[in-house]
C-alpha cells in the first residue's frame, strides 16, 4: 500500500489559482485618464487665455492677437486723441492736465502703493479697467467687490440679468463678449451684461470691464465688441493709455498721487493748494493668486475627486483581523507543477537554477541522513558521502559542487547522477530502503 503524498507546491498553486488578484490597471487606467484630461483642458486654458503680465497685452501697437492696436486705430479713425505712457508717474500728470479717460488694461501690474493715484484726477475724467482684482478693487476704496466669474468669456445682451442697463455705450454696443468676471455694488452702481460691466458714478467715474475680449485684436470683430470698446475709450475726452509693459516697481519714498483737484483756490502766496494727509486705514487682505486663477467649480470638483480616491483606498485596503482558512476549489497535481515549472526553466534557458536546485535538494537529504550540520564544509560533505556510497570522492565533488552543465543533455545526466545517489543514501520513506 503506498500512501498519498501531496507537495507543498500543490498547495501553493491551488492557493494561487483560488485567490486571483485584479489587475491594478483596471482602477489606474480610468482616473489616469480623467487625470490626463483634467491637465490637458487646464493646459489649453492656459494656452488661449491671454496673460496680462505678458509685454504687449493690450497694446495699442502690438498687432498680435493679444494687442489692440485696431482699437486704437478704431479710436483715432472716430477722432480720439490717443496718447500712450508706459510709465504710471508720465500717465497721471497727463491725465491730470485736463478731464480724461485713463485706460488701465493690466491693473494688476501696478503697484499697490500707487494705485490710489488713479482716481485723483480732475472731476469729470474716466477710469477704465479690465478684469481689476479683489485687491485692486480694496486699494481703489470702491463699493464694489468680485461676485463669481465663467471659464471662457461669453457674449450677452447688456441686460443680460432682466434690468435695463443704463449705460448708453452698452446699450448702442448691444451683445458683446464681455460675461467673464463678475462684480457686484449698491444701488447707485450702474451694472449691465449681468455684472459684467460696472459703473462707479463719482468725482472720477470708475468702469470695470469684467473681460478683456472686446479690447483685443482676434475679437474686437465679433459681436458689439469694437462698438462697446470705442464706446467706453471714446467720447469728447481724450485718451490716455497705460501701457506697462512690466510690473511697476515700488516707490522709493511715501506713495505720491496727483493733487486732488477741489474748488477751493490755493491760499495767496503759497504757489500751490495745500493737500490733506491721507486718512490711514489698515491694508486690505491680500488675495490668493492661486485661488483666484481657477472657478469656484474647479475646486469643488478637485475637492470631490480627492473624496473619490480616498473612497477608493478605503475599499481597496487591506481588512484588519486575523487570517482565515479557507478550502481550496480546486486541487493541482504535483506532476502538472513539475512540468510547468521545468517548462519555464528551459524557455529561458536557466540551466545553472534548475542544476542549483537540484544539488541544493539533494545535499539537504544526504546532509540529514549523514548527521552533518550546515556548516560543514564541501571537501568533507564530498568525502563523507563518496565513502557512505562507495565511490570516487573527486567525482562525488564535481556532482554536488561542479560547474553548471551548458547544454541540457548534461543537466539531464545531472539530474540522472543526482537521483541515484540519493536513492542509494537517503531514499524517500515511501520509496523503501534498497539495501
Known sequence: MTAAVVPETTTTAAAATAAPRRPPYRLLVPLGLAVLLI???????????????????????????????????????????????????????????????LFVPAPGLVHPDLLD????????????????????????????????????ARAVPPDADGRPCPLPEAVRAGTA?????????????????????????????VVLAGASDPFRNDRIGEWGNEALATGLLGGGRPLVWLDLPEPAPAPTRPSWSPEPFTEEPAPAGSGRSE????????????????????????????VQLALAGLLVVLWRARRLGPPVSEPLPVTVRSAETVRGRARLYRRAGARDTVAGTLRAAALDRLTTRLNLPPDTPDDEVAARVAERAGADPERVAGLLYGPAPETDRELLELARELDALTRTLAPHPSEGDPR
Request: glycine residues 8%.
Open 117 to 152: 493715484g488713479l482716481t485723483a484726477l480732475p472731476p469729470g475724467s474716466r477710469l477704465v479697467l479690465v478684469e481689476p482684482s479683489r485687491r485692486v478693487l480694496a486699494e481703489l476704496d470702491t463699493p464694489v467687490e468680485p461676485a463669481g466669474g465663467r471659464w471662457a
Open 275 to 302: 493737500r490733506p494727509d491721507p486718512p490711514e486705514r489698515a491694508d486690505p487682505p491680500r488675495e490668493n493668486p492661486l485661488w483666484g486663477a481657477f472657478p469656484q467649480w474647479f475646486w469643488a470638483l478637485l
Open 177 to 205: 463678449a464681455i460675461d467673464l468676471k463678475r462684480y457686484a455694488g449698491p444701488a447707485e452702481v450702474d451694472q449691465c451684461y449681468g455684472g459684467a460691466l460696472l459703473r462707479v458714478p463719482g468725482r472720477v467715474e
Open 39 to 101: 491637465v490637458t483642458t487646464l493646459v489649453l486654458r492656459a494656452v488661449d487665455r491671454p496673460d496680462a503680465d505678458e509685454p504687449g497685452f493690450l497694446s495699442p501697437v502690438a498687432t498680435d492677437d493679444d494687442g489692440a492696436s485696431r482699437l486704437a486705430e478704431a479710436l483715432r479713425t472716430q477722432g480720439v486723441a490717443v496718447r500712450r505712457e508706459t510709465d504710471l508717474a508720465a500717465a497721471l500728470r497727463t491725465a491730470g492736465a485736463e478731464p480724461s479717460t
